[in-house]
């Protein structure tokens, strides 16, 4: 098989509670043997990968680690925090002594990643490169909401130019899953808002903004893959393809899959409905994705929560017999089923549980690059 060296990477990682956030920080830390952290150009993150680059971040002084110091310095970090803070009991407490005052869990969130993260700096402290998007959903236009290091909004409401607005709170509204925690609301009279001329990517004009509050949910309502501020879709003028500045995307998707089970009236079947609309547009974008990668010649690569390594040679049509090879030392399958059948939460991850999902991430993406390394 022949090196993969992609240049000018574009990074998606999906929701789907701290089982993203460690299956995500596994793929990395298989990119990061290879070397390849520092040819990311984009990132687009949803809730629980929202999670997991906000601590890739904070772990470095809010600066995108090198290879090196992610593979030596991040990982220990890491599994300390993760197996060692609870945010959702934190959270719990929270909302027990402050229920009058904050309603809505979000902002709890928000002040546990403060409080127990560190995370406690603008979307300006963030750095140029990459260009790190955090995906969440208005309830108010029903559009991708997007913050970043130089705007937040969407192309409906319009955007906001060098927001001062707190990194934790667009990791909040972006793990904002509906019932679980709830929207963060923004007042947007506190910012200056523009939209940009029709056709034109620099040229803005200021606009009063059409609402007073905005309600900012989990991005995974709209797109729990992340992979819409990476992918253009196409239209009667433009072609399926990445957005300009990236020429390869790596997609992390650890959302797990939606289990037949028997229902009744209440809570837990509220969210089951809000999730099977979700997991039906992420099936068609994953359809899409993996389509353009495997049939068109598009550069890139699809990281699957749940595939064993076995699985992910066999889909290759790597022989039998270099498959044996290849997997000798590689997670067992029930240690796969484990990671994927891992509960959507933030509570502290047991110390196995972190090893076994992280692993799983690095193998995910180990396998699938090697298996597919052939073909560029």
Known sequence: MTPYEPEN?????????????????????????????????????????????????????????????????FIPFARDLLTSTNLQLGIILDTISNFAILPSRAWLVSRRLKKDWGIDIPLQGLPENPRWIINATSAETGRNWRFERKRMGDYVFGYSMEPDYQLSDAIAASAGFPILIGAITLSTGKYRWVRYHQGSRAETEPIEPIFSRLHLWD???????????????????????????????????????????????????????????????????????????????????????????????????ISQGERNILVRGALSQDDVAKARDYDTNIKRVKPRDFDILLRHGYETAKFTILAYAKDG
């Open 9 to 73: 990477i574009g990074l998606a990682v999906s929701g789907g509670g701290y089982r993203a956030t460690v299956f995500h920080l596994g793929v990395l830390t298989y990119l990061a043997e290879e070397g390849l952290l520092e040819r990311i150009r984009f990132i687009s993150s949803v809730s629980g990968g929202s999670l997991a680059i906000g601590l890739v971040f904070r772990a470095n002084d809010f600066a995108w680690p090198n290879s090196e110091e992610y593979r030596h310095k």
């Open 219 to 317: 991005g995974g309502l709209h797109d729990n893959l992340g992979l819409e501020p990476l992918v253009n879709y196409g239209n009667e003028t433009q072609d399926f393809g990445y957005r300009e500045g990236i020429n390869c995307l790596f997609v992390s998707n650890a959302s797990g899959k939606l289990s037949v089970q028997k229902c009744a009236p209440g809570l837990p079947t509220l969210k089951r409905l809000i999730l099977i609309p979700q997991y039906q547009s992420q099936a068609l974008r994953s359809r899409e994705m993996i389509h353009r990668l495997r049939d068109h010649g598009f550069n890139g690569r699809y990281f699957m929560l749940g595939n064993h390594a076995s699985h992910i040679l066999r889909n290759a049509k």
